[in-house]
């Protein structure tokens, strides 16, 4: 599933209050697949986001 932002530019702005309504009233889910460590990880996330071994948005949470 997916959705071509481009295609309605001109509703953007609507959409994006209304999204953003949806997130904060828990209405959408906001899933993260947070890995902790420093910027030499990113090259191993990577190869999860192209293999799909990430669940959500893939975070790099550096300490």
Do not use: C
């Not at 899933?31 to 799909?52: K, T």
């Amino acid at each position: 599933m997916g959705y071509v932002s481009f295609d309605n530019a001109k509703q953007y702005a609507n959409a994006a209050q209304r999204t953003s309504a949806w997130i904060r009233d828990r209405r959408i889910k906001i899933r993260e697949h947070m890995v902790r460590g420093i910027v030499d990880a990113l090259p191993e996330m990577l190869q999860m986001l192209f293999r799909g071994q990430n669940a959500g948005e893939l975070v790099l949470e550096s300490a």
